[in-house]
């Protein structure tokens, strides 16, 4: 049986992966996720608000959000204890690189270009392996439309795509007016891959003290559905490596998303749920289901019921809609 895939031109020993999180902070973390299976390392996202410098801003905006992890809470130490600094960030790339044998892939956040531009170069030269990019602002002014907000992202694509060699994916959100438009201009742009999706973190009203509070639920299974569409309708569209971000819990979700188009998936909420071992369980499910269902490899999963090639491309599309309501019966 061969698990092996291509993700960003790095060729990986299967599709799974820790996708960003405070879990790949420690090194212990990272070899039991090596021991476990995992092909590569993505590293938490380092903010541009680090890196130039509004240190109190920044504590002050991971603070808020410490006590809300829901079961999880046990993995995330005090913001002293998880947040590496940028000359950390660096340092934790070579450490993980000298101690174990798994590709790096850091991640940037910011939403302006900045000096966060510069430390890409010094993310590259530190042995990163890949870079992600996660775009993580919505267009929440009447005055923003939704051209700017692209052209927001593939400016800073841009830039950093001329300032280093290694490959980059760019992590989206759903909320684009049109994805598979964004997926093929970062193509254009030389960019390798595009992460689906990101989880904007919703805020809730609390009645009692009437304020807007910071609200983290753990993703669920449910939260796949809205990737397997975008899977299944890139696939055919563009040429970038996929990989499924949100909704991976089983081994069974991992199925879905490579048969849907991806070619890696990261999970996150699982391991923080149930500790760096569950990957291996989720691997072990993979390959029982390529057994049994007669899979040689990966590559023959990936993209096996994308539009193009699933019985009924309709379930992608609008066509699908009628028949979806009627499967409810009162």
């Known amino acids: 049986m061969n698990l092996t895939t291509t993700y960003l031109g790095l060729k990986l020993k299967n599709p799974l992966m820790p996708g960003a999180s405070p879990l790949v902070d420690n090194l212990d973390n990272i070899k039991r996720l090596e021991d476990a299976g995992a092909s590569a390392i993505v590293l938490h996202s380092l903010f541009a608000e680090q890196i130039e410098g509004n240190r109190v801003a920044f504590d002050q905006h991971i603070d808020r959000w410490q006590d809300n992890f829901a079961e999880a809470t046990s993995f995330f130490p005090s913001t002293e204890g998880y947040t590496l600094g940028p000359d950390e960030y660096l340092g934790q790339v070579t450490k993980i690189k000298a101690a174990t044998q798994l590709p790096v892939i850091a991640s940037l956040n910011g939403t302006n270009f900045g000096s966060w531009i510069d430390y890409a170069k010094l993310i590259e030269k530190a042995g990163a392996d890949a870079l992600e ?106 040429s970038l490596s996929l990989a499924c971000s949100g909704g991976i819990h089983t081994s069974n979700d991992i199925v879905k998303a490579l048969l849907a188009g991806a070619d890696v998936v990261q999970v996150v909420a699982e391991l923080l749920s149930r500790g760096p071992a569950r990957l291996g369980e989720l691997l072990k499910g993979l390959q029982e289901w390529m057994v049994a269902h007669e899979y040689e490899s990966t590559e023959q999963m990936t993209g096996a019921l994308s539009l193009r090639s699933c019985p009924d491309p309709e379930a992608y599309e609008r066509g699908n809609y009628l028949r979806t309501l009627q499967l409810w019966k009162v």
């Open 133 to 238: 990019l996660n775009t993580y602002f919505l267009g929440t002014s009447r005055r923003t439309d939704a051209i700017a907000l692209e052209h927001r992202v593939l400016d800073i694509v841009r830039a950093v795509r001329k300032a280093i060699g290694i490959p980059i994916s760019v992590k989206l959100s759903p909320f684009y007016t049109s994805v598979a438009h964004l997926a093929g201009r970062l193509e254009d742009e030389k960019v390798q891959g595009v992460v689906l999706f990101n989880r904007f973190f919703q805020p809730e009203i609390d009645t009692e003290a009437l304020d807007v509070a910071p609200k983290l639920d753990l993703s669920t299974s449910e939260d796949l559905r809205l990737r397997l569409r975008w899977l299944g309708l890139l696939r055919d569209q563009v």
